[in-house]
């Protein structure tokens, strides 16, 4: 079951960021301490699921508590940031990433309380988060955060876009801008356009009240990269009170989408 949720080579990409733990206890005694690998295959069945912590299956040989611990302690870490780092560097040095037409696109989590959190407008006011996320032009995030609903979406723009790691690329540098992004009537302000102008990237934004925001479905995958997210069950309703535990399961979820374009 553990090799199954966690294959060859995303356990051997997994070990490259995560930090090297004690072995044995130093007061010794106890328990023999549970492996990572198996604590990884706990935590990723959790986020696809969609279980509980309490359900998780005693297959996987950690109990829930430790399963638990092990990644609050790899999200304070930024172990899932890195891990999806790591699998865009071997996109990127492959030529799978494709810089030409990025865009931009939010998707809204279901109703909690805690940091990031905010009436959701479109959801009759229960408060709610937002997913924010840059993809290629294959569907792929390349940069991803989280905010209250009622954050307008123009608001993440230039974060996400700071936010893109620097990238390695099959031929030449690491890149970490796109030649053009697409972005629908929600980013539709001339300070955004003059900002991506300053940084080299040209801009594709639907203008309201003059152009429909369909014609931009041609270039943008954005119904495509919201499907895949949705494989990761644990987003579909934020059940985290701590904003960076939300925040860790939406890298886990970009993540694995990389890892199953990096093995297709």
């Not at 989590?109 to 009759?124: I, K």
């Given at each position: 079951m553990v090799e199954r949720v966690v294959?060859?080579?995303?356990?051997?990409?997994?070990?490259?960021?995560?930090?090297?733990t004690e072995a044995k206890r130093p007061q010794g005694g106890g328990r023999r301490r549970a492996g990572d690998r198996e604590a990884l295959a706990a935590i990723v069945f959790v986020?696809?699921?969609?279980?509980?912590?309490?359900?998780?299956?005693?297959?996987?040989?950690?109990?829930?508590?430790t399963a638990y611990r092990r990644f609050a302690q790899w999200s304070r870490?930024?172990?899932w940031a890195r891990l999806h780092r790591v699998i865009l560097d071997e996109l990127g040095a492959r030529g799978e990433l494709d810089w030409s037409r990025c865009a931009s696109t939010p998707s809204?989590?279901?109703?909690?309380?805690?940091?990031?959190?905010?009436?959701?407008?479109?959801?009759?006011g229960k408060l709610g988060s937002k997913i924010h996320l840059i993809t290629d032009r294959n569907g792929?995030?390349?940069?991803?955060?989280?905010?209250?609903?009622?954050?307008?979406?123009?608001?993440g723009l230039e974060p996400l876009v700071r936010g893109i790691p620097p990238i390695r690329s099959r031929r030449g540098p690491r890149r970490?801008?796109?030649?053009?992004?697409?972005?629908?009537?929600?980013?539709?302000?001339?300070?955004?356009?003059?900002?991506?102008?300053?940084?080299?990237?040209?801009?594709r934004i639907a203008r309201r009240g003059i152009e429909s925001s369909q014609r931009l479905r041609r270039h943008r995958w954005v119904g495509r990269t919201v499907s895949w997210l949705a494989g990761c069950r644990r987003l579909h309703r934020r059940y985290e009170r701590k904003a960076e535990?939300?925040?860790?399961?939406?890298?886990?979820?970009?993540?694995?989408?990389?890892?199953?374009?990096?093995?297709?």
């Open positions: 294959p060859g080579e995303l356990w051997v990409l997994f070990r490259r960021v995560v930090p090297p986020a696809t699921s969609g279980c509980t912590w309490r359900q998780l299956p005693p297959v996987f040989g950690p109990c829930w508590q870490d930024r172990v809204a989590s279901g109703p909690q309380r805690g940091p990031l959190t905010g009436p959701n407008p479109t959801d009759r792929l995030p390349l940069s991803l955060g989280i905010s209250g609903a009622n954050m307008h979406d123009s608001q970490r801008r796109p030649t053009k992004l697409h972005a629908d009537k929600g980013y539709d302000y001339d300070h955004l356009r003059r900002w991506l102008r300053e940084r080299g990237i040209r801009h535990h939300f925040l860790a399961f939406v890298g886990i979820a970009a993540a694995l989408i990389g890892y199953r374009r990096l093995t297709k």
